[in-house]
C-alpha cells in the first residue's frame, strides 16, 4: 500500500514537474527590452529618449524626431551631435517631463546640411550634464509610408 502511494505521489509530482518545467528552462523573449518603432532608443543619465529618427526626402535636409522623458528630479538638457557633420542642438526639459519633437502637433527641428542616405543610418552622439554619452546609429527615413509622408522637411 506504501509502495502504491509513493508511485501515485511520484507520477504526480512527474506530471506536474513535467506540464510547467519547460517554462522555467525556456527562454522568455517578453523579457527582452526592444525599440516597438522604426527608431531607436537611448538612456542618457535621467533622460529617458525614445523612438530616434530622422525623416528626410534626399538625405541633405532632415526633420529629427524623438520622445524625451526626464525621470529625475532635477531639470535637464539634452545635447545631441550629428557625429559626421558637427551639428548639435540642446533640447530643455523639465524634471518629470515627456518632450516630443518632430511629430504632427510638435515643431519640428530640422536637421540642415544631413548628408546621409536616406534608408541608411547617421551616427549621433547624445549626452546630458555629466553622465556617460551614447552614441546611436539613427535610422534614416523618407515619407514613403503614410505615417510619415506628413513629417517629410
Do not use: H, W
Amino acid at each position: 500500500m506504501k509502495a502504491r502511494l509513493a508511485a501515485s505521489v511520484a507520477l504526480a509530482l512527474g506530471i506536474a514537474l513535467g506540464g510547467s518545467g519547460c517554462a522555467m528552462i525556456t527562454y522568455q523573449a517578453t523579457t527582452e527590452a526592444y525599440d516597438p518603432s522604426d527608431g531607436v532608443s537611448a538612456d542618457v543619465g535621467a533622460l529617458d529618449v525614445r523612438n530616434i529618427l530622422v525623416i528626410s526626402e534626399d538625405g541633405e535636409e532632415g526633420n529629427l524626431i524623438l520622445a524625451v522623458v526626464n525621470t529625475g528630479d532635477d531639470d535637464a538638457t539634452l545635447e545631441i551631435e550629428f557625429v559626421d557633420s558637427g551639428d548639435s542642438y540642446e533640447i530643455d526639459v523639465e524634471a518629470g517631463q515627456t518632450i516630443s519633437l518632430g511629430t504632427e502637433d510638435e515643431e519640428p527641428l530640422l536637421i540642415e546640411g544631413l548628408d546621409a542616405e536616406v534608408g541608411g543610418n547617421v551616427d549621433v552622439y547624445l549626452q546630458s550634464g555629466s553622465a556617460e554619452g551614447v552614441q546611436v546609429s539613427v535610422p534614416v527615413l523618407d515619407g514613403g509610408l503614410p505615417e510619415y509622408a506628413d513629417l517629410v522637411p
